[in-house]
């Protein structure tokens, strides 16, 4: 499905606190996460087991879903972190946080994992 | 107990009572949350107390010594560095970063440059007024939030300019509005009111709202009857009517509005509106406040501007300041540089992964008090005191407005501040590598 990606900073899901006083599980808990309209949840077929892949011409991530009220129907929020950043785009010079087509679908895959970010972009070096 | 300025945003609250002996902090009190983090990073468990060299792939305790050799050798290996981040460091620091730039003939910006920066050039041209916090406290009628959230990123802002009682007027709360613009009913919402205006737009439609704006301005009789972006035409009808009626109204951006589109400029069709607002308005105006996240955000302008007269990016080349086309995303983008000195920020973290993935290709110092994404990448390491607890200096809270920051405590195991370590780096350039 086609959504609207938006990454925001949020207070419970702080990447500065996580590194900080979390720990590495703690850290993925709460930034690699999305959150979106619980009737898009229905709509995805989507269960507290099952993860969302979301991905654009960028990349993909794979990251927990929680329902939430508060996004509109066919939009998905991200915390800003590593995980919403791999699908952040730079469009004429600048840089897109907000609003960004992204298609998502429910998966059973794992997390994205903190680590596997790190490695793939020491693999660069 | 002595009364001191939080560094833990850009809001630089300077009624923060703090207990401390000098050596340790034992109480903090009136800190928000983000405020009280600030204060515990004091002994975080990622903060960095030894600097650091990647050795076999992992960064490897070092003595300050070999440290900043290994630092001194990527800045002379490289003929092109980007310096980048700033804004959580103190102006003194950001002004001996500019002149490491033009040393080493680097391309300098700050993490403004992705952020509020970007308005502020805008307002700036188109000769906006921007206010201060005690304005809006003082004199404020309308406050409209659009596409910020000051509730989770700035949590006092709310608590300073809406639920205040100022000087020159009888009542505080009751005569300001509250308008919020946003496709996200964020924590904002929380605080509002029954007689504020609560606008959930839909996404991307920030433009038609504006457009519609800009034409009805002087007339609330042609909206159309289904209303625009998904408001309704009351609402819309109340937003006109406030917009135009107020004395002294402020919008406060976030980083919602300041996004890239291909067809439009949505900040400066903003700034466009306001601007006509204003040349009409009889009796008030609407200001702009820009809502920065660091804490010092606002001053690496300030500090740019007062040294070269350019407010933002600097590039210098054969020690001389150079006009350039180029901006932070199209250096990195084009990867036309050849190593990174990273101040105060967490670019691995905060840019898009085609960005972070150059900057991790090309060797990487950083210069940081905690480990973050970005430390997992860095060649070197190089750990600094926390500007306003363990180091002191000046910086620009959201408002344009100068602010002295005080050292609380002495930094852990003697770090230097970031001033006095990028100073370091300056020296050891000087004299060619060693002290």
Same mark, same amino acid.
């Given at each position: 499905?086609?959504?609207?990606?938006?990454?925001?900073?949020?207070?419970?899901?702080?990447?500065?606190?996580?590194?900080?006083?979390?720990?590495?599980? *703690? &850290?993925?808990?709460?930034?690699?996460?999305?959150?979106?309209?619980?009737?898009?949840?229905?709509?995805?077929?989507?269960?507290? *087991? &099952?993860?969302?892949?979301?991905?654009?011409?960028?990349?993909?991530?794979?990251?927990?879903?929680?329902?939430?009220?508060?996004?509109?129907?066919?939009?998905?929020?991200?915390?800003?972190?590593?995980?919403?950043?791999?699908? *952040?785009?730079?469009?004429?010079?600048?840089?897109?946080?907000?609003?960004?087509?992204?298609?998502?679908?429910?998966? *059973?895959?794992?997390?994205?994992?903190?680590?596997?970010?790190?490695?793939?972009?020491?693999?660069?070096? | 107990?002595?009364?001191?300025?939080?560094?833990?945003?850009?809001?630089?609250?300077? @009624?923060?009572?703090?207990?401390?002996?000098?050596?340790?902090?034992?109480?903090?009190?009136?800190?928000?949350?983000?405020?009280?983090?600030?204060?515990?990073? /004091?002994?975080?468990?990622?903060?960095?107390?030894? +600097?650091?060299?990647?050795? @076999?792939?992992?960064?490897?305790?070092?003595?300050?010594?070999?440290?900043?050799?290994?630092?001194?050798?990527?800045?002379?290996?490289?003929?092109?560095?980007?310096?980048?981040?700033?804004?959580?460091?103190?102006?003194?620091?950001?002004?001996?970063?500019?002149?490491?730039?033009?040393?080493?003939?680097?391309?300098?910006?700050?993490?403004?440059?992705?952020?509020?920066?970007?308005?502020?050039?805008?307002?700036?041209?188109?000769?906006?007024?921007?206010?201060?916090?005690?304005?809006?406290?003082?004199?404020?009628?309308?406050?409209?939030?659009?596409?910020?959230?000051?509730?989770?990123?700035?949590?006092?802002?709310?608590?300073?300019?809406?639920?205040?009682?100022?000087?020159?007027?009888?009542?505080?709360?009751?005569?300001?509005?509250?308008?919020?613009?946003?496709?996200?009913?964020?924590?904002?919402?929380? /605080?509002?009111? /029954?007689?504020?205006?609560?606008?959930?737009?839909?996404?991307?439609?920030?433009?038609?709202?504006?457009?519609?704006?800009?034409?009805?301005?002087?007339?609330?009789?042609?909206?159309?009857? !289904?209303?625009?972006?998904?408001?309704?035409?009351?609402?819309?009808?109340?937003?006109?009517?406030?917009?135009?009626?107020?004395?002294?109204?402020?919008?406060?951006?976030? !980083?919602?509005?300041?996004?890239?589109?291909?067809?439009?400029?949505?900040?400066?069709?903003?700034?466009?509106?306001?601007?006509?607002?204003?040349?009409?308005?009889?009796?008030?105006?609407?200001?702009?406040?820009?809502?920065?996240?660091?804490?010092?955000?606002?001053?690496?302008?300030?500090?740019?501007?007062?040294?070269?007269? /350019?407010?933002?990016?600097?590039?210098?080349?054969?020690?001389?300041?150079?006009?350039?086309?180029?901006?932070?995303?199209?250096?990195?983008?084009?990867?036309?540089?050849?190593?990174?000195?990273?101040?105060?920020?967490?670019?691995?973290?905060?840019?898009?992964?085609?960005?972070?993935?150059?900057?991790?290709?090309?060797?990487?110092?950083?210069? @940081?008090?905690?480990?973050?994404?970005?430390?997992?990448?860095?060649?070197?390491?190089?750990?600094?005191?926390?500007?306003?607890?363990?180091?002191?200096?000046?910086?620009?809270?959201?408002?344009?407005?100068?602010?002295?920051?005080?050292?609380?405590?002495?930094?852990?195991?003697?770090? +230097?501040?970031?001033?006095?370590?990028?100073?370091?780096?300056?020296?050891?350039?000087? !004299?060619?590598?060693?002290?």
């Amino acid at each position: 499905m086609e959504f609207l990606l938006n990454s925001m900073r949020k207070i419970n899901n702080d990447q500065v606190k996580e590194h900080a006083f979390g720990t590495e599980q *703690s &850290l993925e808990e709460r930034l690699a996460i999305c959150f979106i309209n619980p009737k898009d949840f229905e709509k995805l077929k989507l269960v507290s *087991s &099952l993860h969302l892949k979301i991905s654009n011409k960028e990349k993909d991530v794979i990251v927990n879903v929680e329902k939430d009220d508060n996004v509109p129907e066919g939009t998905v929020v991200m915390p800003v972190s590593i995980w919403s950043n791999r699908l *952040s785009v730079v469009q004429n010079n600048e840089l897109l946080y907000k609003n960004i087509a992204v298609k998502i679908e429910a998966t *059973s895959e794992p997390i994205m994992k903190f680590k596997e970010i790190i490695n793939e972009l020491l693999v660069k070096k | 107990m002595k009364r001191f300025t939080c560094s833990g945003c850009s809001l630089l609250c300077d @009624d923060i009572i703090v207990q401390s002996d000098g050596l340790f902090i034992s109480e903090v009190m009136g800190a928000c949350l983000k405020g009280k983090e600030r204060f515990d990073q /004091v002994s975080a468990k990622n903060r960095i107390t030894s +600097p650091l060299i990647r050795k @076999d792939g992992e960064l490897k305790e070092v003595s300050w010594d070999e440290a900043t050799k290994k630092a001194i050798e990527i800045i002379k290996n490289s003929s092109i560095p980007l310096l980048y981040g700033f804004s959580n460091v103190s102006c003194e620091a950001q002004d001996v970063g500019i002149k490491l730039a033009q040393k080493i003939n680097g391309f300098i910006d700050s993490n403004a440059s992705i952020c509020q920066g970007k308005i502020l050039n805008k307002a700036k041209s188109l000769g906006i007024n921007l206010t201060t916090i005690t304005e809006i406290i003082n004199k404020g009628d309308l406050i409209i939030l659009w596409g910020a959230n000051p509730a989770e990123t700035v949590p006092r802002l709310l608590n300073k300019v809406l639920f205040s009682r100022g000087k020159f007027r009888m009542t505080g709360r009751e005569i300001k509005t509250l308008v919020i613009v946003d496709p996200i009913k964020t924590a904002s919402f929380r /605080v509002m009111g /029954v007689r504020d205006l609560p606008l959930i737009i839909e996404p991307n439609k920030d433009i038609d709202l504006i457009r519609m704006l800009k034409e009805e301005c002087c007339s609330v009789d042609s909206i159309p009857s !289904q209303g625009v972006a998904g408001i309704d035409k009351n609402d819309l009808k109340r937003l006109l009517l406030h917009l135009t009626g107020a004395e002294n109204g402020v919008i406060i951006l976030g !980083q919602g509005v300041i996004q890239p589109h291909p067809d439009y400029n949505l900040v400066e069709e903003l700034l466009e509106l306001l601007q006509m607002i204003n040349e009409r308005q009889e009796k008030g105006r609407i200001s702009l406040l820009l809502m920065g996240g660091h804490f010092n955000m606002a001053g690496f302008d300030h500090v740019a501007l007062s040294s070269f007269g /350019v407010s933002g990016k600097l590039e210098f080349k054969h020690n001389q300041l150079i006009k350039t086309d180029d901006t932070l995303v199209s250096k990195i983008e084009k990867e036309n540089f050849d190593s990174s000195i990273i101040v105060g920020t967490d670019p691995i973290s905060h840019l898009p992964h085609s960005l972070s993935s150059k900057i991790a290709k090309k060797p990487l110092i950083l210069i @940081d008090n905690h480990h973050t994404a970005t430390s997992h990448i860095a060649e070197v390491v190089l750990p600094t005191a926390i500007t306003g607890i363990e180091s002191g200096g000046l910086a620009y809270r959201l408002d344009q407005v100068p602010i002295e920051l005080n050292k609380i405590i002495n930094p852990s195991n003697n770090l +230097p501040s970031d001033e006095e370590l990028l100073n370091q780096l300056y020296r050891l350039i000087n !004299q060619g590598g060693s002290e």
